[in-house]
Protein backbone atom coordinates (compact mmCIF):
# COMPACT_ATOMS: atom_id res chain seq x y z
CA UNK A 1 0.00 0.00 0.00
CA UNK A 2 1.30 3.44 -0.84
CA UNK A 3 -0.12 6.94 0.78
CA UNK A 4 -0.10 9.92 -0.75
CA UNK A 5 -0.22 13.00 0.90
CA UNK A 6 -0.37 16.69 -1.18
CA UNK A 7 0.27 20.43 0.09
CA UNK A 8 1.40 23.63 -1.59
CA UNK A 9 -1.70 24.82 -3.07
CA UNK A 10 -3.60 27.72 -3.05
CA UNK A 11 -4.23 31.46 -4.66
CA UNK A 12 -1.85 32.95 -6.76
CA UNK A 13 -2.22 35.95 -9.17
CA UNK A 14 -1.84 35.38 -12.62
CA UNK A 15 1.80 34.83 -13.82
CA UNK A 16 2.68 33.82 -9.94
CA UNK A 17 4.36 30.61 -9.14
CA UNK A 18 3.44 27.62 -6.68
CA UNK A 19 5.29 24.33 -5.73
CA UNK A 20 3.24 21.50 -4.92
CA UNK A 21 4.39 18.48 -3.21
CA UNK A 22 3.41 15.14 -2.75
CA UNK A 23 4.73 13.00 0.12
CA UNK A 24 4.79 9.33 -0.30
CA UNK A 25 4.49 6.79 2.54
CA UNK A 26 4.29 2.95 2.55
CA UNK A 27 6.62 -0.11 1.27
CA UNK A 28 8.40 1.80 -1.45
CA UNK A 29 8.78 5.14 -3.15
CA UNK A 30 6.36 3.85 -6.24
CA UNK A 31 8.47 4.20 -9.98
CA UNK A 32 5.79 6.08 -11.98
CA UNK A 33 3.85 9.32 -10.78
CA UNK A 34 2.24 11.44 -12.47
CA UNK A 35 0.13 14.92 -11.20
CA UNK A 36 -3.46 15.09 -12.94
CA UNK A 37 -5.81 18.07 -12.27
CA UNK A 38 -9.62 18.60 -12.07
CA UNK A 39 -11.56 21.93 -12.77
CA UNK A 40 -15.48 22.58 -11.97
CA UNK A 41 -17.22 20.59 -14.39
CA UNK A 42 -14.50 19.21 -16.47
CA UNK A 43 -12.71 15.74 -16.18
CA UNK A 44 -9.63 15.15 -14.35
CA UNK A 45 -6.28 15.24 -16.94
CA UNK A 46 -3.10 14.17 -16.46
CA UNK A 47 -0.53 17.42 -16.27
CA UNK A 48 2.00 14.98 -16.38
CA UNK A 49 4.03 11.96 -15.13
CA UNK A 50 7.68 10.61 -14.26
CA UNK A 51 9.74 7.57 -14.04
CA UNK A 52 11.85 7.81 -11.46
CA UNK A 53 14.03 5.07 -13.09
CA UNK A 54 15.43 6.86 -15.68
CA UNK A 55 13.64 10.66 -14.98
CA UNK A 56 12.00 10.75 -17.91
CA UNK A 57 8.70 13.07 -17.94
CA UNK A 58 6.02 13.83 -19.74
CA UNK A 59 3.82 16.92 -19.82
CA UNK A 60 0.78 18.22 -21.79
CA UNK A 61 1.19 20.80 -24.05
CA UNK A 62 -0.86 23.18 -22.13
CA UNK A 63 2.15 23.13 -19.19
CA UNK A 64 5.09 22.60 -21.47
CA UNK A 65 7.43 24.84 -20.30
CA UNK A 66 6.05 26.40 -17.53
CA UNK A 67 5.86 22.89 -15.12
CA UNK A 68 8.20 20.74 -13.82
CA UNK A 69 7.54 17.68 -11.94
CA UNK A 70 10.45 16.16 -10.41
CA UNK A 71 10.83 13.72 -7.36
CA UNK A 72 13.06 13.71 -4.15
CA UNK A 73 14.23 10.05 -3.33
CA UNK A 74 15.62 10.99 -0.30
CA UNK A 75 12.24 12.61 1.27
CA UNK A 76 10.17 10.13 -0.66
CA UNK A 77 8.53 13.17 -2.50
CA UNK A 78 7.03 14.13 -5.59
CA UNK A 79 7.03 17.78 -6.40
CA UNK A 80 5.28 20.01 -9.24
CA UNK A 81 6.18 23.16 -9.91
CA UNK A 82 4.27 25.24 -11.67
CA UNK A 83 5.24 29.06 -13.14
CA UNK A 84 3.41 31.56 -15.48
CA UNK A 85 0.25 30.23 -13.50
CA UNK A 86 -3.05 31.03 -15.83
CA UNK A 87 -6.35 30.99 -14.06
CA UNK A 88 -7.00 28.20 -16.79
CA UNK A 89 -4.40 26.09 -14.62
CA UNK A 90 -7.29 26.54 -11.70
CA UNK A 91 -8.35 22.80 -10.23
CA UNK A 92 -7.99 20.36 -7.71
CA UNK A 93 -4.27 19.08 -8.14
CA UNK A 94 -4.14 15.40 -7.56
CA UNK A 95 -0.69 13.35 -7.46
CA UNK A 96 -1.16 9.97 -7.98
CA UNK A 97 1.09 6.47 -8.41
CA UNK A 98 1.08 3.06 -10.19
CA UNK A 99 1.86 -0.12 -8.73
CA UNK A 100 4.84 -1.70 -10.03
CA UNK A 101 7.00 -0.62 -13.06
CA UNK A 102 5.46 0.80 -16.10
CA UNK A 103 7.35 1.28 -19.41
CA UNK A 104 6.61 3.97 -20.31
CA UNK A 105 5.07 5.85 -17.62
CA UNK A 106 0.74 5.63 -17.92
CA UNK A 107 -1.38 8.53 -18.80
CA UNK A 108 -4.73 7.28 -18.31
CA UNK A 109 -5.79 7.82 -14.68
CA UNK A 110 -7.41 4.30 -15.10
CA UNK A 111 -3.66 2.67 -14.89
CA UNK A 112 -3.20 4.52 -11.42
CA UNK A 113 -3.73 2.44 -8.10
CA UNK A 114 -2.98 4.77 -5.49
CA UNK A 115 -4.67 8.73 -5.10
CA UNK A 116 -3.53 11.56 -2.83
CA UNK A 117 -6.53 13.66 -1.75
CA UNK A 118 -5.84 16.79 -4.11
CA UNK A 119 -4.82 20.05 -3.28
CA UNK A 120 -6.98 23.27 -4.29
CA UNK A 121 -4.79 25.56 -6.63
CA UNK A 122 -6.52 28.92 -7.74
CA UNK A 123 -5.22 31.74 -10.21
CA UNK A 124 -6.56 34.75 -9.71
CA UNK A 125 -7.07 37.38 -13.48
Known amino acids: QVQLVESGGGLVQAGGSLRLSCAAS???????LAWFRQAPGKERELVGNINRMNSITYYIDSVKDRFTISADTARNTLHLRMNSLKPDDTAVYYCAASSGVRIPTPRSSAEYAYWGQGTQVTVSS
Open 26 to 32: GRTFPIN
